[in-house]
């Protein structure tokens, strides 16, 4: 395994932390969308409640972590609002079915988003340290189970 040299691409924490930020953004503001379309006590609006609540804190995680950082947010944050809500709400009028799929097509991309990104950050870790062959025998990366909306919508 080759070693950083200048002018190769280092992982930029700045725009890591945007991207993660406009997509927990993102997430938050489609469940929002559809919620306010959903019958309150359906069993799909308790679901994506749930995982609206859980959004939101990671949202709010990484607004602490922006602003800590000064880290400005991206400039396509009141397009992701507006388009965000009206995914939402779009899917959810079409049906109950058609919002847990949308659900279960947002959560699936972004846990390949933040695999990819771990694995981007794992490789880098290991060009840039010293003793990465010694390293590398001691790291394991456990999958963490998902919960997942049950899919009976057809496809969209
Ligand atoms: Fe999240």
């Avoid at 997509?23 to 938050?28: L, R, S």
């Avoid at 489609?30 to 919620?35: E, K, R, S, T, V």
């Avoid at 097509?105 to 010293?130: F, G, N």
Wanted: proline content about 6%.
């Amino acid at each position: 395994m080759s070693r950083w040299r200048p002018g190769d691409r280092r992982p930029d924490g700045e725009s890591m932390l945007r991207v993660d930020q406009a997509g927990e953004f993102g997430a938050t503001r489609i469940y929002a969308g559809q919620l306010a379309v959903l019958r309150r006590n359906c069993p799909e609006a308790k679901l994506i409640a749930r995982m609206a609540a859980q959004e939101q804190r990671h949202l709010d995680r990484f607004n602490e972590l922006m602003a800590r950082r000064r880290v400005r947010p991206t400039a396509l944050q009141p397009l992701w609002n507006v388009a965000g809500f009206a995914l939402g709400a779009a899917t959810a009028l079409m049906s109950e079915e058609a919002a847990l799929a949308c659900t279960d097509a947002v959560e699936t991309e972004i846990d390949k988003h933040y695999a990819a990104q771990l694995a981007r950050m794992t490789r880098s870790w290991h060009r840039t340290s010293p003793s990465s062959k010694q390293r590398s025998s001691s790291i394991a990366i456990v999958p963490v189970p998902l919960e997942r909306p049950t899919l009976r919508a057809i496809p969209y």
